[in-house]
């Protein structure tokens, strides 16, 4: 089983659409989780951040860190062709600075 | 503030050729650490630097791959040598390491083709 895990895609939304994207991750112990954005061509940019169970939002994301079920998820509300791109998904385990990335998930808005 | 920064930004060498990447950090960081990214494998973990050590090379591949932290600002990764299935994105990315806060910012990368 791989540590942190995600579908690759490519997961299709219409413009003005909920963008709904799925992390789990294999470390119990897990603190910290993070959204990146990558553009092809590009590097990650991080978009949100989260410690805590429950939601966070920042404008249009909203992350939601669930450890019991192991599961982070970010929600993109009005998709815009803008938001295509991959989004890596990150875990830093206990006891380490270091994070370990999901493979991403590439999200295409349909204008 | 600068981001990270990194150069070459594009390197094409031969395969046996001798490659060093460079990265620069955000002022007041002091974590360092190099990925490497392919359509294959991902974005891997190399090696990861705090405060000038090395903490954690478990990713790097082999024996060709070195990297060093001269001071707390700067640092190297070097290929030696090159072959060209190193064919890849590197990137290196800087944090604050603390307790309060941890969030790694990535440099533009470095893509290099090895022939």
Not at chain 1, 1 to 17: H, I, M, R, T
Not at chain 2, 4 to 26: A, D, F, N, W, Y
Request: proline share 6%; net charge neutral.
């Amino acid at each position: 089983q791989k540590e942190v895990e995600q579908n690759s895609g490519p997961l299709s939304v219409p413009e003005g659409a909920i963008a709904s994207l799925n992390c789990t991750y294999s470390d119990r112990g897990s603190q910290s989780f993070f959204w990146y954005r990558q553009y092809s061509g590009k590097s990650p940019e991080l978009i949100m951040f989260i410690y805590s169970n429950g939601d966070k939002e920042d404008g249009r994301f909203t992350a939601q860190l669930n450890k019991a079920s192991q599961y982070v998820s970010l929600l993109i509300r009005d998709s815009q062709p803008s938001d295509s791109a991959t989004y890596l998904c990150a875990v830093k385990p206990s006891g380490t600075y270091k994070y370990i990335f999901g493979t991403g998930t590439r999200l295409k808005v349909l204008a | 503030d600068a981001g990270v920064i990194q150069s070459p930004r594009h390197e094409v060498t031969e395969m046996g050729q001798e490659v060093t990447l460079r990265c620069k950090l955000i002022s007041g960081h002091n974590s360092l650490f190099w990925y490497r990214q392919t359509m294959m494998r991902g974005l891997e973990l190399l090696i990861y630097f705090n405060n000038n050590v090395p903490i954690d090379d478990s990713g790097m591949p082999e024996d060709r791959f070195s990297a060093k932290m001269p001071n707390a600002s700067f640092s190297t990764l070097k290929i030696q040598p090159s072959e060209p299935r190193d064919s890849a994105v590197y990137f290196c990315a800087s944090s604050q390491a603390s307790p309060a806060t941890d969030t790694q910012y990535f440099g533009p990368g470095t893509r290099l083709t090895v022939l």
